[in-house]
Each structure stands twice: as C-alpha cells, then as structure tokens.
C-alpha cells in the first residue's frame, strides 16, 4: 500500500494527534445534541449499556453503562476515563460475546483500510446485542486513508438493529 504522508502508521498518527491536540472550536452544543440522539436511540432500543469503538475525547462518556475503547493509549490517558479499553478493533475485541446491548463508531470505521474492516465489524457485531450505531461518512472521499465501505453488506449478519446516524452537520 502507498505511503500517506503523515499517515503511514495509523496507530502512531493518531497517538501524535491526540498527544499534540485538537484545534477544535467548542463544540458543546453539537456534542449536547449528539449526546440527546444516542440517548434517545439507546432508550427506544431497551440499550442499558454502550461501548464507544475509538473513543478519543470520549466525549459521550456520561451515556449509561459507557465504555470506550480506542486504539490510542495516549487518547485514553490524555481524557482521563475511568474505565477503558486499549484494544484494536481489527485485531479484535478482548471482551465477551454479547456483553454490550449497544456498540457505536463516530468517524472510525471510514478510517479502516477494505483488508482489515470485515474483522472489525464483525468484532463489533460478536460484542453487541441489539444495535448498533453508526455515524460514518457513506460519501466518496478524496482523502486517501479514508474507505468507502457498504455498513448494510458488512453488518448483515447482525440479528440487532443497525441505527444509522446523520453525518450532514
């Protein structure tokens, strides 16, 4: 596979990103409203408990039975969670099966190289009961190290829901 620059190494760019930080605006708003949505689909989908798949800030941390998990160790030190998993998805999930009645990914599965995303999602789907919750971007990318991939295809074999989010903000 071509090099990217600054991006050769997923594992090792993210860990410079989270370790460097963000200039993000405050997005407080959106995150407030992100955090209402998931609840209500958490709710409508008798979900209990979440596990966040590349977690980074965490910035959902105060959904019910939360936890994240992210391949970055220094994302998960640097925001300071109480309970985490170090763990790469496409390698796979070191948690039992079934153990989380909802799974969701913010903009990670986009990041995923076609070779490795059947192994992640279908980590996703071994550790989920009844949903999950999707807010990736289904449009063409001129990014190079972002992947179209086909959710609906990948999660076929998922008996839950597949709650798909919008991504237009």
């Not at 074999?157 to 597949?162: I, S, Y």
Request: glycine letters at 6%; aromatic letters at 12%; proline letters at 4%.
């Amino acid at each position: 596979m071509k090099s990217v620059v600054g991006y050769k190494d997923q594992k090792t760019y993210w860990d410079k990103r989270w370790k460097i930080g963000f200039d993000e605006k405050d997005n407080g708003e959106y995150y407030h409203r992100l955090f209402l949505q998931v609840s209500r689909i958490l709710e409508d989908n008798g979900c209990k408990n979440v596990l966040e798949i590349g977690c980074g800030q965490a910035r959902l941390r105060e959904l019910p039975g939360y936890l994240g998990v992210d391949f970055s160790l220094e994302a998960l030190k640097q925001y300071k969670l109480e309970a985490f998993l170090f763990a790469d998805i496409t390698k796979g999930i070191p948690l039992p099966d079934k153990c989380f009645d909802a799974a969701m990914t913010m903009a990670v599965l986009m990041h995923i190289p076609v070779k490795d995303i059947k192994k992640a999602t279908s980590e996703i789907s071994r550790v989920t009961k009844k949903c999950i919750i999707l807010r990736e971007s289904q449009l063409p990318s001129n990014q190079p190290h972002c992947f179209l991939h086909d959710y609906e295809i990948l999660f076929r074999d998922f008996p839950g829901k597949l709650v798909f989010m919008d991504t237009k903000e």
